[in-house]
């Protein structure tokens, strides 16, 4: 890496730290720090759910799998952009008016306590310990990526540049809580987008131009031209059902709990839904023209950056296909502007890792300390047991990504399919159906999580080849239907919903 490059990726570093710093002293209670005192307007609430959501999985974990089997991955993002607008549209104006009807709840499991008039404070408990348990393995992948980065980008060991990706995050999540961590995301997710538009077109020019890059694809491997070419309905199903995960992943909803006001959603659902489709497209176009781009390519431009590369059935290829964007930035770019391209990629990282950390955090401080030990704890001391929490989660996620072999798209799709399968029917019938019950959603919520750690973890192989996050939705969703039929909503459950679609029709 050139001192130019270096110096440009740390500046970039120093100003996410103080954004830390800056917000730190606008952070003064619980609210402020996993909230944000709802404050958000629509832009900075779309590209901070945008980049939260993405992750290195958009920069690394696509294009490596588009670069690697061809465009047949693009079902993914399909499935993704489909779920993601459903969200905005249907989710995000109803969870911000009735979580603040309901008592004003700032997290997913205060939402479900409050939503379900839960005095046992068991449904909050079994949610925060959800949270907790799939958010850990979610962070390690974010942290995978950061270590593959610095990796690549500055000749260390796997295990040093991971510890280096931590401590970076951690401070400024630990420092200014919710209000540094989407004024980070608004910044990042800006920088991802420009580059992968950037990154593409420049890769594709390269090559000749799209027609070039295409007929290149097509006489390494035809059917890395194909949509459906040796994929089959199984997974065509278990690709499409990523999108059935946005409707519950507690990091992305809980930017729609902190939009200032429910009339800001349209302007955030168009923004948010147009990053989307337009990074999407550049994560796929980036993987797509990388294949021709390294077949093409003396190996020793590559050894030169640090990666390395192997022949596979006569045509050279990256050793590890998620650092194809990695080197396209370094290779086809002046030294600067790759230390922006390279900064993009650690965006997308840290954008997911900062708001997995303030999510699960908040679970600690809030759902757990709070709830059952200390009940009358002050706001001072909730944020300094969440950050804390967010000091030790980070170490336990980054004991999991120690493996330098991790995949960050499984570690991701496990986590994805998690959150999905436990909590997304439930929010949906907590917002539309009156007659839902406390029993039926503590019955899906267990059911949702339990069968995705045992179909993800022990039934692998045929049918069981079909995403996990399929089952355990459906099973989820009719358990909750079956369970709470046998029972009945209490009175103010039913006054609260009817306040809700009041205000919603104001």
């Known amino acids: 890496m050139s001192t130019s490059t270096l110096i440009t990726f740390l500046i970039y570093l120093v100003g996410m730290l103080a954004i830390g710093i800056i917000m730190y002293r606008r952070t003064t209670d619980l609210s402020d720090f996993v909230l944000g005192g709802r404050s958000l307007g629509p832009a900075v609430a779309a590209l ?21 089997t061809g465009i047949s991955e693009s079902w993914i993002a399909v499935g993704l ?15 911000r008016v009735y979580t603040e009807v309901s008592n004003n709840a700032i997290t997913i499991p205060d939402f479900l306590e409050n939503r379900f008039k839960d005095t046992s404070r068991l449904l909050r408990l079994i949610s925060a310990i959800v949270i907790l348990l799939f958010f850990t393995f979610y962070t390690s992948s974010g942290m995978v990526a950061g270590a593959k980065l610095f990796e690549a980008s500055f000749g260390l060991s796997y295990q040093a540049a991971l510890w280096i990706g931590v401590i970076v995050v951690v401070s400024y999540t630990f420092l200014g809580g919710f209000l540094a961590v989407v004024w980070t995301d608004f910044i990042q997710g800006s920088l991802m987008l420009l580059a992968l538009i950037v990154v593409p077109i420049v890769a594709i020019s390269q090559i000749g131009g799209w027609n070039e890059a295409v007929q290149a694809v097509g006489s390494i491997n035809p059917s890395h031209l194909s949509m459906i070419k040796g994929v089959g309905v199984i997974a065509i199903i278990s690709s499409l059902a990523w999108g059935l995960g946005y409707f519950g992943q507690p990091h ?33 176009f980036t993987g797509f023209a990388g294949l021709a781009f390294v077949a093409s390519q003396d190996a020793t431009i590559f050894s030169g950056i640090g990666i390395g590369v192997v022949n596979e059935g006569g045509v050279q290829m990256l050793d590890d296909p998620e650092k194809i964007f990695i080197a396209f930035s370094q290779i086809l770019f002046h030294p600067v502007v790759a230390g922006l391209l390279l900064a993009a990629i650690l965006s997308a990282i840290m954008s997911t890792i900062d708001s997995q950390l303030l999510v699960s955090s908040s679970a600690v401080a809030e ?10 704890a002050s706001d001072s001391e909730l944020v300094w047991v969440g950050r804390i929490a967010t000091v030790v989660i980070a170490l336990i996620a980054a004991i999991i990504a120690i493996n330098p072999e991790s995949s960050v798209l499984e570690l991701v799709s496990y986590a994805w399919a998690g959150f999905g399968a436990a909590f997304g029917p439930i929010i949906i019938l907590s917002l539309f159906w009156k007659k839902i019950t406390r029993n039926g959603a503590l019955a899906g919520i267990i059911v949702g999580a339990v069968t995705v750690i045992i179909w993800g973890d022990f039934l692998k192989g045929g049918i069981f080849d079909l995403y996990e996050i399929v089952p355990g939705f459906l099973l989820n969703l009719i358990v909750t239907i079956i369970v709470s039929l046998m029972g009945k909503p209490k009175p103010e459950m039913e006054q609260e919903f009817e306040e809700t679609l009041k205000r919603l029709n104001e």
């Open 48 to 68: 901070s759910a945008g980049a939260s959501d993405m992750s290195g999985w958009l920069l690394l974990g696509l294009p490596g799998a588009i670069y690697l």
């Open 81 to 95: 952009a489909i779920g993601a607008y459903l969200n905005w549209q249907f989710i995000a104006k109803r969870l």
């Open 252 to 284: 992305i909803i809980v930017r729609f709990m902190a939009l200032r006001s429910a009339k800001d959603v349209p302007t955030a659902r168009f923004i948010g839904t147009t990053w989307m489709i337009l990074g999407l497209y550049g994560a796929i």
């Open 367 to 376: 759902d757990f300390y709070k709830a059952i030990f200390r009940k009358n």
